[in-house]
Nanobody
């Protein structure tokens, strides 16, 4: 069993900052890509940022220059530093990871895992 546990959401004023964290735990063999997605009320879930195991990053155009994704492979943790927050950043933020688990002595299985979501509200 694998779990992703997020933390760091909350209420912040426009222009403020928040840092989200997501820690993966359980029977993990290795973690490939990790990332953050968000879903605002009445909208589809959208990609915010992703990071590979080697550190290559990808961002949505709407957050480029304001958000920074990073990861600590030793801690199986991904972070999202969010600066210059805007009202339109308000959403539930979900952590995602592509994780390999060992199902036999020499066999791994790759699956997608999601966190439970953390609310980010940007409002004055």
């Amino acid at each position: 069993q694998v779990q992703l546990v997020e933390s760091g959401g909350g209420l912040v004023q426009p222009g403020g900052s928040l840092r989200l964290s997501c820690a993966a735990s359980g029977s993990i063999f290795s973690i490939n890509a990790m990332g953050w997605y968000r879903q605002a009320p009445g909208k589809q879930r959208e990609l915010v940022a992703t990071i590979t195991s080697g550190g290559s990053t990808n961002y949505a155009d709407s957050v480029k220059g304001r958000f920074t994704i990073s990861r600590d492979n030793a801690k199986n943790t991904v972070y999202l530093q969010m600066n210059s927050l805007k009202a339109e950043d308000t959403a539930v933020y979900y952590c995602h990871a592509v994780i390999l688990t060992l199902i036999a002595a020499t066999t791994t299985h790759e699956s997608n895992y999601w966190g439970q979501g953390t609310q980010v509200t940007v409002s004055s």
